[in-house]
Nanobody
Framework: QVQVVESGGGLVQAGGSLRLSCTAS????????MAWFRQAPGKQREGVAA???????RYADSVKGRFTISEDTAKNTLYLQMNSLKPEDTAMYYC?????????????????WGQGTQVTVSS
């Protein structure tokens, strides 16, 4: 059974940093497209960053230059390093795996989802 579990969320002041982790089981990172999404209250889920099996990456315009997606295949763990955080980054952050379209930032193309980890950025 494929499963992903997020961790690392929390409360941080504007301008601060957080690193989210997503530990996966039941899948091989080398063969997978994975991504981070976020959803704020009352808003649609939006793609933040994606990485494919060749470690190519793609970012939403709103986080370019501030967020970095990476993976450690030995640990089967996906990361999202978030720097220069803004209050508008406040959301539940989700890890997604088993992407059917490499580097997609559309939720529709991912089959496996975690439960999410809350990120709150205070002003």
């Amino acid at each position: 059974q494929v499963q992903v579990v997020e961790s690392g969320g929390g409360l941080v002041q504007a301008g601060g940093s957080l690193r989210l982790s997503c530990t996966a089981s039941g899948l091989t990172f080398a063969d997978n497209s994975m991504a981070w999404f976020r959803q704020a209250p009352g808003k649609q889920r939006e793609g933040v960053a994606a990485i494919d099996s060749d470690r190519a990456t793609r970012y939403a315009d709103s986080v370019k230059g501030r967020f970095t997606i990476s993976e450690d295949t030995a640990k089967n763990t996906l990361y999202l390093q978030m720097n220069s955080l803004k209050p508008e980054d406040t959301a539940m952050y989700y890890c997604a795996a088993d992407g059917r379209w490499a580097l997609s930032l559309m939720p529709y193309y991912y089959n496996v989802w975690g439960q999410g980890t809350q990120v709150t950025v205070s002003s």
